[in-house]
């Protein structure tokens, strides 16, 4: 069974960074992408970036480039997503999800996605 545990959510002011990890069990890392969506209360789920199981990315908002950064460490089964630079707009609790179609390029589409973690909160507040 394909299990994903998110962590690394919190509260941070603008301008500040977080670095979410995402760590898979039951199947290697390798075989699938990973997304990253987020939801903030009252809005519906949107998708963040996605990374494929060759490092590809994909990103909802091409301006999240440089702000958000996907990458996989497939021996530590864990997925990390670093955010700089946040803002208010960010908050939401964020999700990553597996894809077993892995191969690029990834889309960062929810329904193409099979199984979600649990969530972790970020809150970007003064």
């Known amino acids: 069974q394909l299990q994903l545990v998110e962590s690394g959510g919190g509260l941070v002011q603008p301008g500040g960074s977080l670095r979410l990890s995402c760590v898979v069990s039951?199947?290697?890392?390798?075989?699938?992408?990973i997304g990253w969506f987020r939801q903030a209360p009252e809005k519906e789920r949107e998708g963040v970036s996605c990374?494929?199981?060759?490092?590809?990315?994909?990103y909802w908002d091409d301006s999240d480039k440089g702000r958000f950064t996907l990458s996989r460490d497939n021996a530590k089964n864990t997925v990390y997503l670093q955010m700089n630079g946040l803002k208010p707009e960010d908050t939401a609790v964020y999700y990553c999800?597996?894809?077993?179609?892995?191969?690029?390029?990834?889309?960062?589409?929810?329904?193409?996605?099979?199984?979600w973690g649990q969530g972790t909160q970020v809150t970007v507040s003064s």
């Open positions: 999800a597996a894809d077993q179609w892995g191969d690029p390029p990834c889309a960062v589409v929810a329904t193409s996605y099979h199984d």
């Open positions: 039951g199947f290697p890392l390798d075989r699938y992408a």
């Open positions: 990374i494929s199981n060759r490092g590809t990315t994909t």
